[in-house]
């Protein structure tokens, strides 16, 4: 299939800057964001992980790492988000078991947590991320900017998980990756698909907005039918910022799935981690 370029309705229909008001469906979500964050801005977390001396081809750093958790700060802040959101965990469910199992992405862990918490998985596994979300950024801040550089596969490097969206960032709009899960940073040459690695670039289009082909568009895979944003930005965005845009173009993404496009359903990678004492 040739390259192709779509149009996704008009300017007018599109959220403008990163500034641009949230849905108040949203707030909810951007509270418990904020929380995390507030967490994870200190430095209580820097040495939760220990990464491991060596690991397989292709993992994350987070694979085979040993995680510590001060149980107490974990306890806090998931009666906090709790309390936030009404998503309370049960009284025998280890809040630091919670945490590893939301970083490993651990989906039959988390199904038995929410189980015993009587809360929906999605709703538990919706705040066990972000719990998860000061231990995931303190783990990429321990990684060496030279070995992010490097990385050439579409998984984070850090936690494994498939990127929120890609930066075309600067004058040359070099293609820059983001987790929206631990705010790493990465980049990949463009004309790859980032979920299954095609270079062919007849298999390889965009859907572009209307009006604003040069700031946003949709990027696609006809291989394997995923799908990634991308937006132009002047520098590397702060993890607020990158959640919040990821949550103003939504319109992208509903158009993306009314083509037919999807994302994968599970991480590019799931890390194994061990538990410290």
Known sequence: MPWTTGTIGTAAGLPGAVEAQVDPAWQPWLDLLDVALEEGGGRAWSSAVVPPDDRPEGAPMLHGAVVRIDGNRAKRLLRRLGEMSGVHAGADVDPSAAIRAAASRDARALEHMAGRSNASVDAFTAVALVAAMPLLMAAAKALDARAANVWQRGYCPVCGSWPSLAELRGLERERRLRCGCCGSDWPLPPLRCVFCRELDHEKLGALQPEGE?????VETC?????????????????TRTLVLLDLTTVPLDLVARERGYTRPARPGWAPVIEAGS
């Open 213 to 217: 082909e040069q700031l946003r568009r």
């Open 222 to 238: 006809e291989t394997c039918r995923g799908y990634l944003k991308s937006v132009a930005t002047y520098g590397a965005l702060s």
